[in-house]
């Protein structure tokens, strides 16, 4: 069963950074589309960004934009959430979502990406 790894969450203060990343080793990377989602506390999952497989668009939700980036790292073959100028209601567990071939044409897709496959999640709290 293929498996993602999310790590790199933890607790952090208000208008801090942290950055997350996502392994999928049993994907062929570059090739599969990823979405970061987020539960907040009592919320539903939402997805906050998506980057298309082959290194193509990224989208981002209005709560996220201008302040988290979504990118591949090439060396260590992950997918990446970079979080700055965090805030109190970034606060929740985050979960990384795959599936191969997928192209996010615009936000909308984003908003209904459907992963095949996701991870574990990792805690990110955001003191004030």
């Known amino acids: 069963q293929v498996q993602l790894v999310e790590s790199g969450g933890g607790l952090v203060q208000s208008g801090g950074s942290l950055r997350l990343s996502c392994a999928a080793p049993?994907?062929?990377?570059?090739?599969?589309?990823i979405g970061w989602f987020r539960q907040a506390p009592g919320q539903e999952r939402e997805p906050i960004a998506c980057m298309s497989s082959g290194d193509a668009d990224s989208y981002y939700a209005d709560s996220v934009k201008g302040r988290f980036s979504i990118s591949r790292d090439n060396t260590k073959k992950t997918v990446d959430l970079q979080m700055d100028n965090l805030k109190p209601e970034d606060t929740g567990v985050y979960y990384c979502g795959a599936d191969v071939g997928i192209q996010f044409s615009s936000q909308y897709y984003c908003t209904k990406f459907t992963p095949g496959y996701w991870g574990r999640g990792t805690q990110v709290t955001v003191s004030t």
């Open positions: 049993d994907l062929p990377y570059k090739y599969y589309a």
